[in-house]
DNA sequence: GCATCACCTAGAGG
DNA sequence: ACCTCTAGGTGAT
């Protein structure tokens, strides 16, 4: 399968929307950048308005490919929601065209599993990791790529096979989420039509039946739903952003009186200060959130407007 | 509820 | 070759 998609007047940028730090498979081989969606080998080239596509698969059309890379958000109309301030300004200006893409829901939480305190290129090693040794194996043009594993495969792996890996003692959390998806305990594609604060509530096992999936929080959950379940209004926090926000958007808390942004600790976030950051931004932001959070985010470390002591390079 | 702290491991920096 | 520190946070205490 190989066809061209016209993107004249769509704004568009595929380089920033695969290195923005929301997905981790994708990688550049001869000028293309190569993924595997679903059970799909896709090969991607971006030449002005014109996206080239090549897949192992006739399934792989101009609908799924549009769906995939979100071509059908009103991106014009997002950034001008959510062009509120001069740094996001800034953002956009120099990001114009990163999407958001839609994951699959379960590549997506079990990403976001295993990139707890990790930096990008481990958390890229980690899941090419599962794929190589989980995955199903499909040649596509003389090379070879790998799925990535359904939660039964994770589920009833030997929880070493996991740990050697690379993931630590992400290995466990991984694997009894893994159970709990593959059980259908948690109904994961189902969330995709439940408002975020019900989703949010199933994933962080709110809801008082016991369901829990291990390793997830709330900053995972915020990424899964934004990532996976069409939740665009969610807007995960993590230390990039809540640097940014420290630096650049400390009017907002100035009449918060329990939680002083002043008093934040630099290394990490409490639950409590979790909801009163996600809560301010999100109203802040409006329903296209997610979209500001990433640019923020991918200008955050892109630009190094906040300073980090060790920061890895995205290669 | 709410704050502190340990946690696997790879990779960077000294 | 070593040591120290940190990383898209979460769970236990």
Redesign the pocket.
């Known amino acids: 399968m190989e066809f061209q998609l016209n993107l004249s007047k769509i704004p568009f940028n595929l380089e920033n929307s695969l290195e ?5 498979r994708w990688k550049k081989e001869n000028g293309w950048w190569v993924s595997v969606i679903d059970d799909k080998v896709v090969k991607l080239k971006q030449k002005n308005n014109l996206l080239n596509v090549k897949s192992s698969s006739n399934d792989t059309n101009e609908k799924y490919i549009r769906k995939y890379l979100r071509i059908n958000d009103p991106l014009p109309d997002i950034l001008s929601s959510i062009n509120k301030d001069l740094i996001m300004a800034t953002a956009v200006s120099k990001l114009n065209g990163l999407r958001l893409i839609k994951q699959s829901p379960w590549e997506c939480l079990a990403s ?2 295993c ?9 890229k ?2 899941i090419s990791n599962i794929c190589c040794r989980l995955g199903k194996r499909i040649e596509f043009e003389g090379m070879i790529y790998y799925t990535f594993p359904e939660p039964e495969i994770v589920a009833s792996v030997d929880k070493h096979t996991l ?2 890996c ?8 991984l694997q009894e989420t893994a159970k709990r998806i593959a059980s259908r305990e948690v109904a994961l594609d189902n969330l995709e039509y439940s408002n975020y604060e019900n989703a949010k509530a199933i994933l ?2 709110n809801t008082g039946d016991g369901k ?12 899964v739903m934004l ?1 996976s379940l069409e939740k665009l209004d969610a807007f ?7 640097r940014t926000i420290q630096k650049y958007y400390s009017h907002l808390f100035e009449n918060d009186t ?2 002083q942004i002043s008093s934040w ?11 009163t950051i996600s809560k301010k931004m999100r109203r802040y932001f409006g329903s296209y959130a997610g979209y500001a ?2 640019y ?3 200008y ?2 892109k630009s190094e407007i906040v300073s ?6 995205n290669s």
């Open positions: 923005c730090g929301q997905v981790f976001f599993i990139a707890t305190y990790k930096n990008i290129v481990s958390i090693k980690m740990e050697n690379g993931l630590g003692y992400r290995a466990k959390f962080l096992g829990i999936l291990p390793g997830v929080g709330p900053k995972v959950a915020d990424c990532f995960p926090i993590d230390v990039w952003i809540r329990n939680h600790k630099d290394n990490s976030i409490s639950a409590t200060e979790y909801k959070q990433e923020l985010f991918h955050a470390r980090l002591t060790s920061v890895s390079s």
